[in-house]
């Protein structure tokens, strides 16, 4: 069994490889309209494990995280605008623990420029949404029971909508500040969730969306509106030679409750290129946001990619 899944890999990774060598891209097929830029990428990262009667022990496991990264640009006369839809979602299946959601992940960003008279400065619209493709659990050690019967999240569960008139700061599409100091943005929890309490470790227990609050939405309500500052830079370069770097870094203030409390996203992503198929790929991103937890959540993927471009 353990060699059919070796092979397996093995298989899937030369077939994908291959595909990704000879498939011709979205531009080779589509005209595109003047003034439209397109670029996208379809990212493999696989990694295996597996043990036969080795002393020192270990579990087998495999894990493979399916990731992309499209943008979508017009540029012409005055007016830009700058779309980009970002889409991940990860698994791990271990002998002991089964099938677990190690990433999950739906983005969508738009903003809409027109020229000033000063030089890189636009007046913008922007919006952004953001949620998850499937329910999420939290494996806490100390609940004894069975987590898969209290979904943490979910499709909309939560999801955040925000939008906004603003201005852009634009000297390119690697480097970009968009400021919306009037932003109104939506949380959104369209059916029963549950946070862990664990205050009390002698009494671990989920307490439900519709009795506590949860992702700062009212208990038993499906909506909160948030009216306040939100800023989002963008960042890529190269730092030598097939090494390149992209940072995405978005706050946002709530003028309505706890001002001074900001909410911080920051993703980087860096991309060590092998050839035009594989490269090894280093993903993290960190989150503040005290509605969803008290503290900063992190996010780390590394690993060997194989890599489509459209």
Request: glycine share 6%; proline share 4%; hydrophobic share 35%.
């Amino acid at each position: 069994m353990k060699k059919s899944l070796h092979i397996f890999c093995f298989l899937v990774l030369s077939n994908l490889a291959i595909h990704a060598q000879k498939t011709p891209t979205v531009k080779d097929t589509i005209i595109i309209p003047e003034g439209w830029t397109s670029v996208g990428k379809i990212n493999l990262l696989v990694n295996q494990s597996a043990f036969s009667n080795w002393q020192p022990g270990g579990d087998n496991n495999l894990a493979a995280n399916l990731s992309v990264n499209y943008d979508f640009n017009y540029d012409k006369g005055p007016w830009s605008w700058d779309n980009k839809i970002l889409a991940s979602y990860g698994l791990n299946i271990n002998e002991d623990d089964g099938r677990r959601k190690t990433d999950d992940r739906l983005e969508l960003n738009s903003v809409v420029g027109r020229a000033m008279k000063k030089k890189y400065w636009n007046f913008s619209f922007y919006m952004n949404f953001k949620t998850q493709f499937t329910d999420g659990y939290d494996y806490n050690d100390d609940f004894m029971g069975d987590n898969e019967l209290y979904p943490t999240s979910g499709f909309f569960k939560p999801a955040y909508w925000s939008f906004g008139p603003g201005f852009l700061w634009k000297k390119s599409n690697n480097l970009n500040v968009n400021i919306a100091p009037l932003s109104s943005r939506f949380t959104f929890i369209t059916d029963e969730i549950f946070t862990i309490n664990d205050d009390d470790e002698n009494n671990v227990f989920y307490e439900s969306s519709n009795d506590v609050e949860t992702f700062g939405v009212p208990p038993g309500k499906n909506l909160l509106y948030e009216f306040g500052l939100n800023i989002r830079a963008y960042y890529k370069l190269d730092i030598m030679k097939n090494i390149s770097m992209e940072n995405t870094l978005s706050l946002y203030s709530d003028y309505l409750h706890k001002p001074l409390n900001t909410d911080i996203d920051y993703t980087l992503n860096v991309v060590m290129k092998i050839n035009d198929v594989f490269s090894t790929n280093f993903t993290f991103q960190t989150v503040y946001d005290d509605d969803a937890f008290e503290g900063f959540q992190i996010r780390e993927v590394f690993g060997l990619g194989i890599n489509v471009n459209f």
